[in-house]
């Protein structure tokens, strides 16, 4: 017997299971397959109705539309715009002095090329869209970009009023630096006050896309409608929502979880109440504390006020009033029964 010859039938019922498994396993791709063939043909049904309902008149579709604003670029622009309110905070490498007015220069230019071609966008996009009148778009995105750029250092002077009510008012905070850098209600203001200016400008599209970004990153909702003055600071922020015709004086202070709102309307009034006062007014040296709601356009909260946490305004408040619900009743209770009453 050759050498070996003895293990041929093991050799044979290796291949033999080998093919065995080949043939299960192609089976078993086969079967996938048709699987994934019978899947796929049910999409043709699916994108027919998507298009349908997009063809739909009572459907909301951006269809045969002017482009809109890509928030990309939306965001690139803010980037840009907080560079120049805050120098060599966030330019990525070190800001020199026998380099600012380069720095500077080159910022202006590329956020003017950039920030006008968003407005022009904007205005083209809701002029088509809506069968407005025809305002040269293209010009009167350049202007309108010259005149915010115009506003930037009138806004950084603001917004240092706003970064020194920040430090001033949180023992926690150790520099300016981190105020400026780390602060998500510095981010909310900082943001707000560059919508508004468009806002005011009224450059349609861009400030609600600005605004609603800083509520996506902050957790902080400001309509870039409000008003807002001097040597504003939100303490931790999320959860605050300011409306669109609030109107805030100097010096305010708010904690997270506080709402500046509107009263709820009936569906018939909110076409006649656009535009209106709908909003609470804080005057002057007010500080209202955490998860407190003010609501209304005629609500006015006085200047010096102080308003506790969890309360509900409907109501306006005479200046230098202290509003606080009143202290809860709390039961203590320990493993051997009701505890000493405290």
């Known amino acids: 017997m050759r050498p070996g010859r003895g293990r041929v039938p093991e050799e044979i019922a290796r291949v033999s299971h080998l093919r065995q498994l080949d043939d299960s396993e192609t089976a078993a791709c086969r079967l996938a397959y048709d699987i994934a063939v019978k899947n796929r043909l ?47 905070y966030f330019d990525g490498q070190v800001l020199d002095a026998n380099r600012l007015e380069y720095a500077v220069g080159m910022e202006v230019t590329r956020t003017f090329e950039t920030l006008s071609q968003l407005i022009a966008l904007s205005i083209r996009h809701d002029c088509q869209r809506y069968q407005m009148i025809c305002t040269h778009c293209q010009e009167r995105g350049q202007e309108e970009a010259v005149r915010f750029l115009e506003a930037l250092p009138g806004i950084r002077e603001i ?52 605004s609603e970004y800083a509520h996506s990153i902050t957790g902080i909702d400001i309509h870039p409608g409000a008003s807002i003055g001097l040597s504003f600071f939100i303490d931790h922020g999320t959860g605050v929502v300011i409306g669109e015709t609030t109107a805030i004086g100097k010096r305010v202070r708010l904690y997270q979880g506080v709402t500046l709102g509107a009263l709820s309307l009936p569906k018939e009034e909110v076409n006649r109440l656009r535009g209106a006062k709908r909003h609470p007014t804080i005057e002057d040296d007010v500080t209202i504390y955490s998860a407190a709601t003010v609501l209304g356009g005629e609500t006015v909260i006085g200047a010096g006020s102080v308003i506790g946490g969890n309360v509900w305004i409907t109501q306006s408040v005479p200046p230098g009033t202290k509003v606080f619900l009143a202290p809860p009743k709390l039961i203590y209770r320990n493993a051997n029964g009701p505890a000493p009453s405290r």
Not at 177 to 192: F, K, N, Q, R
């Open 159 to 210: 917004l240092m009023t706003d970064v020194q009510a920040a430090y001033d008012g949180d023992p926690a905070a150790k520099t300016i630096d981190e105020v400026v850098s780390s602060y998500p209600g510095v981010l909310a203001i900082t943001i707000h006050r560059i919508a508004h200016q468009l806002w005011r400008q009224q450059v349609p599209l861009l400030p609600r896309m600005m």
């Open 42 to 88: 049910q999409l043709s049904g699916i994108i027919a109705r998507l298009v349908a309902s997009s063809r739909d008149p009572g459907m909301f579709a951006h269809v045969d539309a002017e482009l809109s604003p890509p928030l990309e670029t939306v965001v690139e622009v803010l980037q840009r715009i907080r560079r120049l309110l805050f120098p060599g």
